[in-house]
């Protein structure tokens, strides 16, 4: 495999062939291991995917985390990133094209500027380069953060929602209509089991690019960050 120099250019036709070859094969080696939590630049994912399985799953939702990784593809180290991919990449032709690729600089006003760190923004790689980069954030939230902060089976019945079901059933008995009515109406703004129950924990959790959301579903007595009231 050619090794190309530090200061090639993007606009090379060999340059982009040689980044299409790339993400071919990082393609097939890292896309099936990605979590499923992430949805950013992957095929038949996108922001779309994320916003439905949020809406799907995060059920008694009250707040959430956002995070936002500025400058996400200008500030990625490159030894970090080639110390990953060498975790699972044997070939160090294939990493020294890889480094080269990030290191190549580019041209603005016709001169010259190194690349320090960061992934060359609209390079063919850049994408999965950085979904490679934070794929240790997906792991470490789901085998680390999601089992440690799960909790109980299932949230305590809501009692004040099924005191309100127990009228609404009495008051079928006595064929009041209007009360049935008024009841239902007062139900529906309910839920059916308790949102504040301490003994149910859940995290939730899903990434697209470099933005990513954590829902923290429990009890407002719960230990999420410390004593309640407290920041």
């Known amino acids: 495999m050619r090794e190309f120099p ?31 939590y992430s949805h950013g630049f992957r095929p038949g994912r996108g922001c779309h995917t994320a916003l439905r399985e949020v809406e799907r799953t995060w059920t008694g939702t009250v707040w959430f985390v956002e995070g936002d990784i500025s400058d996400c593809f200008g500030s990625l180290d490159h030894d970090i ?9 044997r070939d160090n032709r294939f990493l020294r094209m890889i480094r080269n690729m990030l290191t ?3 041209l603005e006003d016709w001169r010259y500027h190194q690349s320090l760190s960061g992934s060359p923004q609209g390079g063919v ?5 950085s979904n490679i980069y934070l794929d240790k954030l997906d792991v470490f ?7 440690q902060y799960t909790r109980g089976e299932r949230r305590k019945p809501n009692t004040e ?45 899903t990434r697209y690019a470099d933005d990513h959301l954590l ?10 960050g410390g004593r309640r009231g407290r920041r």
């Not at 340059?15 to 990605?34: C, H, K, Q």
Request: aromatic residues 12%.
């Open 6 to 36: 530090e200061a090639f250019a993007p606009q090379d036709p060999e340059y982009a062939f040689a980044e299409s070859i790339g993400l071919l094969l990082l393609e097939a080696y890292y896309e099936p291991t990605f979590s499923g």
């Open 81 to 89: 990133m080639i110390k990953i991919l060498g975790e699972n990449i």
């Open 104 to 106: 190549a600089g580019y």
């Open 125 to 129: 790689v850049s994408p999965i380069l």
């Open 141 to 147: 939230v789901e085998t680390v953060l999601i089992p």
């Open 161 to 205: 929602y099924w005191r309100i079901h127990s009228r609404i059933w009495r008051a079928r008995e006595r064929g009041d209509r209007d009360a049935v009515r008024a009841l239902r109406r007062e139900l529906r703004q309910l839920p059916s089991c308790d949102p504040q129950d301490p003994g149910y924990r859940r995290l939730k959790y």
């Open 215 to 224: 829902d923290p579903a429990g009890g407002c007595g719960s230990t999420w």
